[in-house]
């Protein structure tokens, strides 16, 4: 087949993820678009797959991205003609321990609250839904009946069809080889058979994602591991229809196929492939059997079905998979190249996710934005730390080797670090600093007292750092605390236009006389929320902006992406520039002021300025923010004054009980006060008005902002949604987010964060009530509330107003 000289959108790769994404370009946006595969449909790693299709992940969106999937592959067949090898066998998951008990009770309670009934069975259901199951060992099990298996070459054949019938054009044995880039953009695609223009690129290269991304100068950080399953003879007493097992204890998945079983693992000693380049000819192949790896596998399977030990292997399969370092599939739009999308890295779930990623890849790749909140995929989650392939292996066997281990709250990845470390690393070690990583940084979460041991003891229930954390939320409401918080990410807009810029990107009111400072979201086309960041305005053309950690990429990428055409302004990343040190608590002023000579009082200094003082002889920043609660400032000084800064402090604050204090006393902190954590409370699915965040939005000034038409459109219409806070009093009860909220007993919605407050000695969550038909005060007022905590029903109070504090007085004072 010849080349078109010119496609709308070219498509690289004839995988699941490629064929989906074309399929749904063709049938929903009637997208001129060609597909490009350098062998033949199927031939990388999308032939071999086993061909589970789970559908609950810990993200509502990626689930609702994998339930799409299972509906999508249902139907298919009567759209084309060719099936998909659809089975809803269910899905039971084995617990032989009490932490993955309490695990699945958790899970069940999460696809609860994001609409599936997964149900927990007792050994003996087990034993009846699976008779060739040795159950003696288990606790228990989740059983979700709408989970399934279906046939990897069919469905993605079938994906193809459906978009040929859609008019996408599919070439096969044609490689990419390289692009014409003008402009930091991709003109043109240049392949073995000659050059295609075209104005957007869909990089659904499969483990050749990496380097097909490289010719476009874009990072896709993954990592091929080689992944084994047998296929056995049929197993006598083996039902078609018997469910999916997956027995993380035991490390092993089971499927049934051909009346025989497909069985494989997951071993914490995972075996990766080339750091190089994947070779060009690869297509069909797999590597050597290595049935020693796998005999750890074999073990465990025959403890679990014992006529696996009798049964033949008709075939083992030794295949490539791109796995990545956190787990979670590389999304979206590449922050180094506006017109290259990226669909890889599925970690062995690619077949689960196909259909929801192409449907929505092809959607972002239409509108230039996510359809949806699908931050834990997005590309934008990575940084320049990325492009170390050594860093990104080590990781991602770390999260390979973790597949099947009990995910206890709040744990932390142990390889790669310390990667990044503020100057202060060593003086807060020597305080007895346990440290958590975020976006490569170390970052203090808590300090052990004198006679503990400085590090995490993971449990399901409170954890050994519970009291201690305590201590450092007291003193911060009583006393000072001083967090280092070097890692925020931080930028600088200037120039003549960097107003009219940031009046345009930011929902609140940025135009303000130099020395103020703006809390703010920046919103999408449909009013979600994709940042929410602080804006402090240095002079008239000069504006510094402050972000989490771990949104750097994606905040900066938002920012350039939004700079409205034409205008006269530069965008920095200063991140490295500046250290950042937060003294927060009531006697913060006590302290600074012996810091410094500049004024600090209320009135020279009020809540929502800054200013330039001098500590320790270097310039910094102050910022009167707080993300606690408290009196207090951020400062900001040139990295390398971090030191003397936090020395100085040290010293002044000493008569005020100064300390440090770390991130998981700043979680606590932040849940009394109500302040909303981006990626959680709030997300591209959620609007200022839903959140509660409507006071942030400039809509009374006649200036046009991205989001604001949205805005307008919904505003005289009944919420659906509104943002709540909960607290429980039950002092055993641990809340860790998703737990779902019953008013009156029926389900209204889930928490989006949840934890513990010491002021108010109860546990505390956040989330959404919802509400088809819309909802107001008196319904929101007028139900008597519980939580489904992993899965036990307890009363729970709602609340709308800031928990600690309300009217801010702590804050302003
Ligand atoms: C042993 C094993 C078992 C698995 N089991 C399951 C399972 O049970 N359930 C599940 O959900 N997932 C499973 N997976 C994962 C699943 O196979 C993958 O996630 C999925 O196939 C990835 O699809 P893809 O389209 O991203 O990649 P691929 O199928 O590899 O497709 C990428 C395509 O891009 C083409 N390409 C690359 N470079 C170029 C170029 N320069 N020009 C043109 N074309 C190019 C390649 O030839 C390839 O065909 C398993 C994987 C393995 C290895």
Redesign the pocket.
């Known amino acids: 087949m010849t080349l078109p000289s010119h496609a709308e959108i070219v498509v690289?790769?004839?995988?699941?993820?490629?064929c989906s994404t074309a399929y749904h370009l063709a049938r929903d946006h009637k997208a001129d678009v060609v597909l490009?595969?350098?062998?033949t449909?199927?031939?990388?790693?999308?032939w071999?797959?086993?061909?589970?299709?789970g559908q609950l992940r810990s993200s509502a969106s990626i689930t609702r991205v994998l339930k799409y999937s299972v509906d999508l592959y249902k139907g298919l067949e009567a759209e084309t003609g060719l099936a998909t090898g659809w089975k809803m066998t269910g899905c039971l998951r084995l617990a032989t321990n009490q932490d993955r008990w309490t695990e699945f009770r958790r899970l069940a309670t999460t696809a609860r609250s994001f609409g599936m009934d997964m149900h927990l069975v007792s050994p003996e259901d087990v034993k009846k839904m699976w008779p060739l199951m040795n159950v003696d060992d288990l606790v228990g099990a989740s059983w979700l009946p709408t989970d399934g298996q279906a046939s990897?070459s069919d469905i993605t054949q079938s994906l193809a069809k459906g978009a040929r019938l859609h008019g996408a054009k599919i070439v096969e044995n044609?490689?990419?080889?390289g692009f014409e880039m003008k402009d930091g953009r991709i003109v043109a695609v240049k392949?073995t058979l000659g050059d295609i223009a075209c104005e957007k690129v869909v990089n659904?290269?499969?483990?050749?994602a990496r380097q097909?991304g490289a010719m476009a100068g874009i990072n896709v950080p993954l990592q091929p591991v080689k992944?084994?399953?047998i296929i056995t003879e049929k197993i006598d007493g083996l039902s078609t229809d018997a469910p999916t097992i997956r027995d993380p204890d035991r490390r092993t998945y089971f499927?049934e196929e051909v009346g025989g079983l497909v069985m494989?693992g997951y071993e914490p000693n995972p075996q990766p492939w080339t750091t190089g380049d994947v070779p060009?000819e690869w297509?069909f192949r797999l590597f050597d059997d290595d049935f020693d790896h796998f005999e750890q596998h074999m073990t465990q399977a025959i403890e679990r079905v014992p006529a696996l030990e009798k049964a033949g292997v008709k075939q083992m399969?030794?295949?490539?998979?791109?796995f990545t370092p956190d787990g979670n599939f590389i999304l979206g739009v590449a922050p180094e190249c506006k017109n290259m999308f990226v669909?890889?890295g599925?970690?062995?779930?690619?077949?689960?996710?196909?259909g929801g990623a192409g449907w929505v890849l092809a959607q972002w790749v239409v509108d230039g934005e996510a359809p949806l909140d699908l931050w834990a995929g997005d590309i934008r989650r990575v940084s320049d730390m990325h492009r170390d392939r050594q860093w990104v292996l080590h990781r991602t066997l770390e999260a390979y080797g973790k597949h099947y281990a009990i995910a206890f709250p709040h744990e932390e990845y142990q390889s790669g670090r310390p990667r990044i470390v503020s100057p202060l690393y060593e003086r807060l070690k020597a305080r007895g600093a346990v440290f958590g990583s975020k976006l490569g940084w170390e970052r203090p979460n808590w300090f052990a007292p004198e006679g503990e041991a400085p590090r995490d003891i993971y449990s399901m229930g409170r954890q050994n750092w519970f009291a201690a954390v305590g201590e450092e939320h007291r003193h911060v409401r009583e006393a000072v605390g001083l967090f280092d918080q070097s890692s925020f990410a931080k930028y600088e807009i200037t120039g003549p236009d960097a107003l009219k810029a940031l009046d345009w990107i930011c929902a609140n009111d940025v135009a303000k006389s130099a020395g103020r400072l703006t809390y703010t979201q920046l919103l999408n086309s449909r009013g979600g929320i994709e940042a929410d960041l602080t804006v402090a305005r240095l002079s008239d053309t000069t504006f510094y902006i402050v972000t989490g950690t771990g949104f750097r990429t994606h905040d900066l990428g938002w920012i350039a992406d939004h700079l409205p055409e034409g205008l006269d302004v530069t965008l920095r990343d200063v991140t490295e520039d500046f250290g950042t040190l937060s003294l927060m608590g009531p006697r913060a002023r006590d302290v600074l002021a012996a810091a410094t000579d500049a004024d600090v009082g209320n009135a020279a200094f009020p809540f929502a300025h800054v200013r330039e003082i001098v500590i320790a002889g270097h310039v910094v920043r102050a910022l009167r923010v707080t993300y606690v609660g408290e009196l207090g400032w951020e400062l900001h000084m040139p990295i390398a004054a971090a030191g003397d800064v936090f020395d100085t402090l040290m010293t002044a604050g000493a008569p005020s009980g100064i300390r440090p204090v770390g991130y998981r006393a700043l979680e606590s902190l932040r849940l009394e006060k109500g302040y909303r954590a981006w990626g959680a409370d709030i997300t591209p699915n959620d609007t200022p008005f839903d959140a509660g965040l409507g006071w942030a939005v400039k809509l009374r000034k006649n200036t046009d902002f991205l989001g604001r038409r949205a805005l307008e459109a919904v505003r005289g219409e009944p919420r659906r949604k509104a943002f709540a806070g909960f607290t429980v009093d039950d002092p055993d009860i641990v809340l860790v987010g998703r737990e779902t909220i019953l008013r009156n007993g029926e389900p209204v919605g889930y928490l989006t964060s949840g934890g513990y407050g010491y002021t108010l000695g109860r546990n505390i969550g956040y989330g959404y009530v919802r509400r088809v038909d819309g909802l107001d005060g008196d319904f929101l007022r007028g139900g008597d509330y519980e939580l489904v905590v992993a899965m036990e029903r307890t009363p729970a109070k709602i609340h709308f107003e800031p928990l600690y504090d309300p009217s801010g007085a702590r804050v302003r004072g």
């Open positions: 690289i790769g004839g995988g699941i993820i490629g490009l595969e350098q062998g449909l199927t031939s990388g790693s999308t071999h797959a086993a061909g589970l299709v990897p044609v490689r990419v080889t392949t659904c290269a499969g483990q050749w097909v992944h084994q399953y499927k494989g060009d297509a399969i030794n295949g490539p998979e791109s669909g890889a599925f970690n062995a779930f690619g077949i689960a996710s196909g």
